[in-house]
């Protein structure tokens, strides 16, 4: 690894529940224990993994999340979430997609942007990031709105 970590000191050891697709715009990381963090500034690297171990560095005012094999690491912060099923098929997103959750709430998409993938009533995870809230699904991202 090139990456620098002098002045950085390890505070978890974990690992990412579920698929991996590198950093981007607004990505959420749900480790195996249950913690949730964001990606809080912009940064683009793609590259994909099942479940990898990662490590989170802290130098006493940001956080870095750095992912096993990949050269290079994200700053993040943790939050707290909203988790809950998609009712029904999921079909990805296409520019104002309504999310139906087993909880009762409904979301929309809040930022156009198309992604298809499909799966059969996944888990959503949905954080607040400052005035607006980002839903992950299979570990990709999407600004969302509540409606209900």
Request: proline content about 1%; charged content about 25%; hydrophobic content about 30%.
């Amino acid at each position: 690894m090139n990456i620098d970590l002098s002045g950085w000191n390890l505070i978890k050891d974990g690992q990412i529940e579920g698929d991996f697709e590198g950093f981007d715009d607004e990505m959420i990381f749900e480790l195996t224990d249950g913690s949730i963090y964001y990606q809080s500034n912009y940064k683009y690297n793609y590259s994909y993994s099942y479940r990898p171990n990662v490590k989170i560095y802290s130098n006493g005012y940001s956080k870095i999340l750095v992912v096993e094999g990949l050269d290079d690491y994200a700053e993040i912060t943790e939050t707290t979430s909203i988790k809950s099923k998609i009712i029904n098929d999921f079909k990805g997103w296409s520019g104002d997609t309504i999310f139906e959750l087993q909880n009762g709430q409904i979301w929309q998409q809040d930022r156009y942007k198309y992604k298809y993938f499909y799966a059969y009533r996944p888990t959503a995870i949905i954080v607040k990031i400052g005035s607006h809230y980002v839903m992950t699904v299979k570990g990709k991202s999407i600004r969302v709105k509540k409606l209900k």
